[in-house]
């Protein structure tokens, strides 16, 4: 029997199909009795006057995979489509090279102009074969005191006891390398230094894909170059000219955090100890992503979701709240500049091919995008002009924007953070200020909170994920941190009690988030299982909700989809999008563009509101997409509510919120 089917057949799993299947009997045969009765209270209660049966919303954020590394082999049900390695022929079902292999080749290229920052750099050449993967800071054996993984179940329990299912804490004591850090990862035997030219499976590793794995870098000027976009390139169905071919390259000639060093040397494709990382990817036909397959065959996944900005969590989490960037400020709020040795400058250092001049100390960074003479700007403010529908670069002059990862302004008891590397506190409004004024309820529960709050140092939780952690407006009112700023563990105790709040972000600790080489997409996958479980235990509670499941970012991974560049700062490469709802189409894939700011435009439809600012990228339409090039918007920059993952009554969906949308017919809109 497969691991699939050892799974589906599991009791708990069961349980869910079972608890899915009766919910969605109980929300549509209670829908129209309960109606009258909920737009009575909705009266009383701004959080249930919503355009859409859907009264909360769940938001869970795992980290740094893209879609094709998740779902490349996924075969969805009979009579849907989807864009992906398996359907391009890149791969076939059973993670061979598939007959369009070549299309997703990489190349070396020449970048030695230390006056120029390369987007889509000359002298390109196809690798041989791909530079050997690596191991990187991937865990070489089980420590208690260094995990993960942890030496013991019991030290497993101690941490994440609580926050998983019983018997999924063992994934936490289980994948270790076996290896020294920073070597070719030998993991994949003869094949290491033998790799064809495109993408591998990575759960060739070992037995399964239960395996801790090296994260590739993915910064923002090294993100934009892997993407190699020129509109020399474009053709009608990537109009954006994104050959998504560097990826090896940009890895291995600069990596992450050059940050002002000289090059070493010797210099070799492993000195950066990433080798070819992203081009791995997971197989759900030989058992990987049990439990995300499931939900993609049961309900709605996107192939047309992206991260929105080019780079890391910290930049991408920010996005979630804001639907925009952030910038540094003086001490009254105002755009400043940061230390030198904090702006980035992708320029290649004499005498090197590639090696970054300066690349944001210590992991953050900032540009002034509205200055065409600063490092790297020129080169992708000329691109994105060179565009058809030249979007707006959204660069407000002698601003410099965060790029990348820094420390947020507020710490958790609500003092600012004065650590080095930190950005200063932010004016940017959020969704939780607009959420605040109309009087809908909401939280940010993220594991790990109440230990942050006391002993950030012992805590996992993620600080720059937290878009509200970073804001002014929210940190300096205690009430409101109290309120809305939360614990996992209080997050079961709302859905037990029947006080969730109509619109939830959630975020796993840095163990369970699956972010690679300090987690596992197994233990993000047990994460999100058990919340779901608890959702849909509560038929009420189920009959009204929606989840979306995504991560953060693409983690630098390769992925084959489009990119629509909407700004300065991205979009970036597709990412997952599970929707999970009694409404949500079962086990279809949906393909309208959307990003992060997609859920914030769902929430604002939903909720009847305004966009967060005259500026924030959840002002750009609804894309219209044809059927020639079903993946690219006609109207670009544009980006989708998410609504057509869902099919609702006619009546909550048509013409009463003031949103555009797709059209009705009768009974079920829409379709």
């Keep these: 029997m497969s691991r699939f089917a050892q799974v589906v057949g599991s009791p708990l799993l069961r349980g869910s199909l079972l608890c899915a299947a009766v919910s969605l009997a109980v929300a549509s045969a209670v829908w129209p009795a309960v109606a009258e009765s909920q737009q009575n209270a909705a009266a009383q209660d701004p959080s249930l006057k919503t355009a859409s049966p859907i009264k909360h919303v769940i938001v869970i954020v795992g980290e740094n995979r893209t879609f094709d590394h998740v779902f490349g082999a996924?075969?969805?049900?009979?009579?849907?489509?989807?864009?992906?390695?398996?359907?391009?022929?890149?791969?076939?079902a059973d993670g061979q090279p598939g007959p369009n292999f070549s299309?997703?080749?990489?190349?070396?290229?020449?970048?030695?102009?230390?006056?120029?920052?390369?987007?889509?750099?000359?002298?390109?050449?196809?690798?041989?074969?791909?530079?050997?993967?690596?191991?990187?800071?991937?865990?070489?054996?089980?420590?208690?005191t260094n995990p993960p993984p942890f030496a013991t179940l019991a030290a497993a329990q101690a941490v994440e006891g609580s926050v998983l299912e019983p018997q999924d804490v063992v994934k936490l004591t289980t994948g270790a390398s076996g290896l020294p850090q920073d070597v070719p990862d030998t993991r994949f035997g003869a094949n290491t230094f033998n790799l064809p030219n495109g993408p591998y499976q990575i759960s060739r590793v070992g037995p399964d894909y239960d395996q801790y794995i090296n994260s590739p870098?993915?910064?923002?000027?090294?993100?934009?170059?892997?993407?190699?976009?020129?509109t020399a390139y474009a053709?009608?169905?990537?109009?954006?000219?994104?050959?998504?071919?560097?990826?090896?390259?940009?890895?291995?000639?600069?990596?992450?955090?050059a940050n002002g060093k000289a090059q070493p040397t010797p210099f070799t494709d492993q000195t950066t100890h990433e080798g070819s990382t992203a081009l791995g990817y997971y197989n759900t036909n030989t058992g990987d992503m049990p439990y995300f397959t499931h939900l993609a065959r049961e309900f709605t996944i996107s192939d047309n979701y992206h991260q929105p900005v080019m780079g890391g969590t910290g930049a991408n989490s920010i996005m979630i709240g804001t639907a925009d960037a952030i910038y540094y400020t003086d001490s009254n709020g105002n755009p400043a500049k940061p230390p030198v040795n904090q702006i980035e400058n992708p320029l290649p250092m004499a005498g090197t091919n590639n090696w970054y001049t300066q690349d944001g100390y210590s992991g953050?960074?900032?540009?002034?995008?509205?200055?065409?003479?600063q490092p790297g700007v020129g080169t992708l403010r000329h691109y994105l002009n060179s565009l058809s529908y030249k979007?707006?670069?959204?660069?407000?002059?002698?601003?410099?924007?965060?790029?990348?990862?820094?420390?947020?302004?507020?710490?958790?008891?609500?003092?600012?953070?004065t650590s080095t590397f930190t950005i200063p506190p932010s004016p940017v409004r959020t969704i939780g200020d607009t959420l605040l004024e109309k009087n809908i309820s909401w939280k940010y529960y993220g594991e790990g909170w109440n230990t942050f709050v006391s002993s950030p140092s012992k805590s996992v939780y993620c600080n720059i994920c937290n878009p509200f952690l970073y804001e002014k407006a929210i940190m300096t009112n205690p009430a409101v941190v109290k309120a809305h700023l939360q614990d996992t563990s209080d997050l079961y105790s709302d859905i037990t009690n029947g006080t969730l709040p109509a619109v939830s972000f959630v975020k796993p600790g840095g163990l369970l988030d699956g972010h690679p080489e300090s987690s596992k997409f197994g233990l993000y996958e047990a994460f999100v299982h058990k919340l779901v479980d608890a959702v849909q235990r509560n038929p009420a509670l189920w009959a009204s909700t929606a989840i979306f499941i995504t991560t953060d970012e693409g983690g630098g991974y390769y992925d084959s989809g489009y990119i629509q560049p909407v700004d300065y700062f991205g979009d970036g490469p597709r990412i997952p999008l599970i929707v999970v709802s009694p409404y949500s189409r079962g086990g279809r894939v949906v393909h309208q563009y959307s990003d992060h700011v997609s859920i914030v435009k769902f929430i604002e439809r939903n909720w009847h509101l305004k966009p967060i600012t005259e500026r924030s990228r959840d002002n750009l339409p609804n894309p219209v997409q044809m059927a020639a090039h079903p993946y690219v918007p006609v109207n670009a920059p544009a980006l989708g509510d998410l609504f057509d993952s869902f099919q609702f009554p006619r009546q909550h969906g048509d013409g009463d919120d003031g949103h555009e949308g797709s059209g009705g017919g009768n009974g079920w809109w829409p379709f």
């Excluded at 996924?74 to 890149?90: D, E, F, H, M, V």
């Excluded at 230390?114 to 050449?125: D, H, R, W, Y």
């Excluded at 053709?235 to 955090?257: H, I, K, Q, Y």
């Excluded at 660069?395 to 947020?408: D, E, F, R």
């Design 103 to 144: 299309a997703a080749a990489q190349y070396t290229a020449s970048a030695t102009n230390p006056n120029l920052f390369e987007m889509a750099p000359g002298g390109k050449q196809p690798y041989s074969v791909l530079p050997a993967p690596n191991t990187g800071g991937t865990a070489s054996t089980p420590s208690d």
């Design 235 to 257: 053709t009608p169905d990537n109009p954006s000219g994104c050959r998504m071919d560097l990826f090896a390259w940009v890895e291995t000639s600069v990596g992450a955090g």
């Design 391 to 417: 979007p707006d670069a959204k660069c407000a002059p002698n601003t410099y924007y965060l790029l990348n990862n820094y420390n947020p302004g507020y710490n958790g008891d609500g003092t600012v953070n």
């Design 364 to 373: 953050g960074s900032y540009s002034n995008c509205s200055d065409l003479h």
């Design 217 to 230: 870098v993915h910064r923002f000027y090294q993100n934009w170059q892997q993407a190699d976009c020129s």
């Design 74 to 92: 996924y075969q969805p049900r009979a009579g849907q489509t989807i864009s992906n390695l398996l359907t391009k022929g890149i791969i076939t």
